[in-house]
T-cell receptor, first 115, second 108 residues
Framework: EAGVTQFPSHSVIEKGQTVTLRCDPISGHDNLYWYRRVMGKEIKFLLHFVKESKQDESGMPNNRFLAERTGGTYSTLKVQPAELEDSGVYFC?????????????FGPGTRLTVL | GQSLEQPSEVTAVEGAIVQINCTYQTSGFYGLSWYQQHDGGAPTFLSYNALDGLEETGRFSSFLSRSDSYGYLLLQELQMKDSASYFCAVLYGNKLVFGAGTILRVKS
């Protein structure tokens, strides 16, 4: 079974540019999450999809961030325009209905650097 | 808000036992999870405590005491491959709230 994949693995952009991150969850997982880790700090929740619906987007920092999950499969997270403080590692995770205690399966992350 | 405190770094020798503590100032969560992350890799699930007490999975054990707002991850018979970051996280509804992580360095 393929795990959660994310693209790109690294992205370096200049302040003011736009970047789109992609996440492909484990096939059949209805729940998809985005998290972010800023240098050395905790991994912070951004939002949660159930299929194509946003269940909880309380962690989205501001309206420069837009997440979509059309068709309930892969998801994209767009940052427009990017600011310096958006630098960090963006993780995607997915979860099916079964599993232990809400075990979430994480992707390897996209390391975003905004210069 | 919710906050979890973990030591930033722990160093131990191969074959030893190490305990990584996690204290929290929050309530109303479903359970305490632990995740492991090797450099540049994906965080991977290690354990989950819904109830107070000890959960054992091979060389790893995890403990939760809600009355003490405290949990820990215990790693036995340490191996070099256990060098990684370890995160505690509480489960609120469907989302995980993480601590800042503990870097474990295993020395030979």
């Amino acid at each position: 079974e393929a795990g959660v994949t994310q693209f790109p693995s690294h992205s370096v952009i200049e302040k003011g540019q736009t970047v789109t991150l992609r996440c492909d969850p484990i096939s059949g997982h209805d729940n998809l999450y985005w998290y972010r880790r800023v240098m050395g700090k905790e991994i912070k929740f951004l939002l949660h999809f159930v299929k194509e619906s946003k269940q909880d987007e309380s962690g989205m920092p501001n309206n420069r961030f837009l997440a979509e999950r059309t068709g309930g499969t892969y998801s994209t997270l767009k940052v427009q325009p990017a600011e310096l403080e958006d630098s960090g590692v963006y993780f995607c995770a997915s979860r099916g209905l079964a599993g232990v205690g809400n075990e979430q399966f994480f992707g390897p992350g996209t390391r975003l650097t905004v210069l | 808000g919710q906050s979890l405190e973990q030591p930033s770094e722990v160093t131990a020798v191969e074959g030893a036992i190490v305990q990584i503590n996690c204290t929290y100032q929050t309530s109303g969560f479903y359970g305490l999870s632990w995740y492991q992350q090797h450099d540049g890799g994906a965080p991977t699930f290690l354990s989950y405590n819904a109830l107070d007490g000890l959960e054992e999975t091979g060389r790893f054990s995890s403990f939760l005491s809600r009355s003490d707002s405290y949990g820990y991850l215990l790693l036995q018979e340490l191996q070099m491959k256990d060098s990684a970051s370890y995160f505690c996280a509480v489960l609120y509804g469907n989302k995980l709230v993480f601590g800042a992580g503990t870097i474990l360095r295993v020395k030979s």
